[in-house]
């Protein structure tokens, strides 16, 4: 069920409900959410929009290979692959894996919204996702050509589909603004998501209200600013702010977060279940970007390595003590044999 201020309340019935991506390559009746909604189209079908929303995790699997059945069922380049994850990165392995034979259309998105019981989302105020193609991150194809025309195509119908389902803050960008679009959250996250696990659990606002936290932070958010810079070579960044992009400075984010009460980055809610956090494109990903064109980051690659550690001890502690309960399991069964 879906609470909104913006939609109403209602609940989301799926047409389609799928055991697994290889099933969703050749739909069938048995997969219908409502067996009496109508007769599958028989045979393999081509997905217009491969939409990816997991959790951006490198270390864990290779995103770009799951959804492969799908791409393999389809003709060449006549869909599109949308990236709707945090970080920077995430475009990478899918141009790698597909070439010029899938679009990419990366997407970054503000929502405010949590789950508040088992089924239920509580959508708040507002949402807004801001989508363009993907070729190098820098709006070239290979051979050098600038590769707008077809990846701009695709991601206008895509905008308009959300636009004709309600989504009013949906906004296109060439890649070299969705890129910054994409850079300037990572300064958001690389700089919120970590600090509020390594502070124990501070909320976004309270983190902004003390004045030690508060200048980390802004630490944090320029040393993202300056690697975008050489990375995107963007000067200055944030850039000046236009009609079609507008990027608040390190100043603005902190004073607009001290509103938001209660608050709390979605990397915490990982940490606190014992979950994978997304290191690696937050923190990974950017700081080895930055390196390459010469850029430190070492607030950003001291936090990187705390958390790396943290989480590794972590699950080597819940692996072994599984292993420990395996092992008085095994040797009380043999006793009573």
């Not at 699997?61 to 920077?88: E, R, T, Y």
């Not at 507002?126 to 070239?140: A, C, E, L, Q």
């Not at 070492?298 to 092992?327: G, V």
Request: charged share 25%; glycine share 8%.
């Amino acid at each position: 069920m879906m609470k909104s201020r913006t939609f109403g309340d209602y609940f989301f019935s799926p047409e389609y409900v799928f055991p697994s991506i290889e099933a969703a390559a050749t739909p069938s009746k048995e997969y219908l959410a409502k067996p009496s909604s109508g007769t599958p189209t028989p045979g393999p079908v081509t997905w217009d929009y491969l939409v990816v929303t997991t959790k951006a995790l490198p270390d864990v699997s290779d995103d770009s290979v799951q959804i492969s059945p799908l791409v393999k069922a389809s003709p060449s380049n006549s869909q599109s692959v949308v990236l709707i994850q945090n970080g920077v990165g995430v475009e990478e392995p899918y141009r790698k894996r597909y070439g010029d034979g899938l679009a990419i259309l990366s997407a970054v998105t503000v929502v405010s919204a949590e789950q508040i019981e088992h089924g239920v989302i509580q959508h708040n105020r507002w949402t807004r996702i801001s989508i363009g193609p993907y070729t190098d991150g820098n709006g070239h194809a290979e051979d050098g050509r600038p590769a707008t025309a077809d990846g701009m195509k695709k991601t206008l119908e895509f905008i308009q589909l959300l636009k004709e389902g309600g989504v009013k803050d949906a906004e296109e960008h060439d890649e070299r603004e969705l890129q910054a679009v994409r850079w300037h959250k990572i300064a958001i996250n690389a700089a919120m998501n970590p600090s509020a696990v390594l502070s124990n659990g501070a909320p976004n606002a309270t983190m902004v209200k003390d004045s030690e936290l508060r200048e980390h932070l802004k630490g944090c958010m320029l040393e993202v600013f300056r690697a975008a810079e050489a990375v995107l070579g963007i000067r200055p960044f944030p850039p000046a702010k236009t009609e079609n992009l507008k990027l608040a400075t390190a100043d603005a984010i902190l004073t607009s977060t001290e509103r938001n009460e209660g608050g709390r980055p979605s990397m915490l809610g990982d940490w606190e279940r014992g979950a994978t956090m997304e290191l690696e494109v937050i923190l990974g990903n950017p700081i080895r970007a930055a390196k390459e064109k010469g850029v430190e980051m070492p607030r950003l690659q001291s936090m990187y390595a705390l958390l790396k550690m943290a989480q590794k001890r972590r699950d080597d502690d819940r692996k072994k003590a599984k292993q420990e309960k395996e092992a008085a399991s095994a040797s009380a069964a043999g006793a009573r044999l």
